[in-house]
């Protein structure tokens, strides 16, 4: 069995993970990122494309089919691909593709929010329903690039020209941002948190660098990402949180979320937690803990990766004969 990816996100780790674990590994990569990846020796095989799209092609899904290998999805793996067009994959995908889907359409996620009972931000169906500070989200896994804020309706239009597809008006909540990565197991039924990061954004958090009389909109494309540690007296309801998205989705797409997923929280200075996206696959942010995820670690005694844990967890399925439950 191969563990493969994108040579994108969080690659190095997913192959790191694997190659600890026994794993073979493969590769898909344009020309341009093959040179870097080269550089790590993580990756068996490099399989060069012109486009990432090019996954779905039947001729390399057969070789991948024909090489026994598993993919692994991630934020880039999404984008350049697609939640819907992933459903079509005939590759084995570690995970429920089905979740990708529920994860990109906002709408979807939102009913999902609402049904685990999770505190969420005020959603605007239509621009004229803003009556607050709003951030305006553009669709798919875009790093923030294109976010802007507005207040009411007449600096929507001015921003946008028009309501696009995908846009979602969301309440710009102001508090501390929290990005806690979880693993569920379907085969332990165990729901574990492995680490928190923030998302380092240009421009926004280089605006308090600038003097207040120099005005510069923020914009909120990710080009990093920071550790850190909530306070251990939030982590209880952040638990909450996990357990009744994990509950909820089996009901709403069984067999539900599993592996690696990622809250993305919002904490006021009331010490208030709003859930305003979830990312249903590893995210690039639990690269920061390598080589060891801190709650992953105070559990396990051990360190831990979330690409080991993904190895672990295929290894374990694969050992006990349950690999249909860990893969779609």
């Known amino acids: 069995m191969i563990i ?35 550089r790590f020796n993580l990756a068996d095989e490099i399989i060069t494309v012109k486009s990432f799209s090019q996954v779905m ?30 459903l079509e994959l005939k590759v084995p995908v570690f995970g429920n593709k089905r979740v990708l889907e529920w994860e990109s359409e906002r709408e979807k996620s939102f009913e999902w929010f609402k049904r685990a009972g999770i505190k969420m931000p005020q959603e605007f169906k239509k621009p004229e329903d803003i009556d607050r500070l709003c951030i305006v989200k553009l669709g798919g896994a875009k790093g923030g690039r294109g976010y802007k804020l507005v207040r009411n309706a007449e600096e929507f239009y001015r921003e946008f020209g028009e309501l696009k597809e995908g846009m979602v008006l969301q309440e710009y909540i102001v508090g501390t941002r929290f990005y806690p990565s979880f693993f569920y197991s379907p085969l332990s039924k165990e729901n574990d948190l492995f680490s928190i990061d923030i998302r380092y ?128």
């Open 201 to 328: 954004e240009a421009n926004a958090d280089a605006l308090s660098r600038l003097p207040p009389t120099i005005r510069v909109d923020p914009t909120y494309v990710v080009t990093g990402n920071l550790p850190v540690v909530m306070r251990e007296s939030l982590l209880p309801e952040v638990f909450e949180f996990a357990d009744s998205l994990v509950y909820e989705s089996k009901k709403l797409f069984p067999p539900g979320l599993y592996g690696p997923y990622c809250l993305e929280l919002c904490c006021t200075d009331e010490l208030e937690l709003y859930l305003f996206e979830i990312s249903a696959r590893i995210v690039a942010g639990t690269n920061v803990w390598i080589p060891y995820a801190p709650y992953a670690y105070l559990k396990y005694g051990e360190a831990m990766t979330m690409g080991g844990r993904i190895a672990m967890e295929i290894k374990e399925a694969e050992r006990e004969g349950r690999m249909k439950e860990i893969v779609s």
């Open 4 to 38: 493969g990816t994108i040579a994108s996100h969080s690659a190095l780790q997913i192959l790191r993970g694997a190659k600890d674990e026994g794993f073979e590994t493969l590769l898909i990569s344009d020309e341009k990122r093959k040179s870097f990846y080269e």
């Open 57 to 86: 092609s039947e001729g390399l899904q057969e070789k991948l089919i024909e090489k026994n290998v598993i993919l692994v999805p991630h934020g880039s793996f999404v984008e350049y691909v697609g939640a819907k067009a992933m």
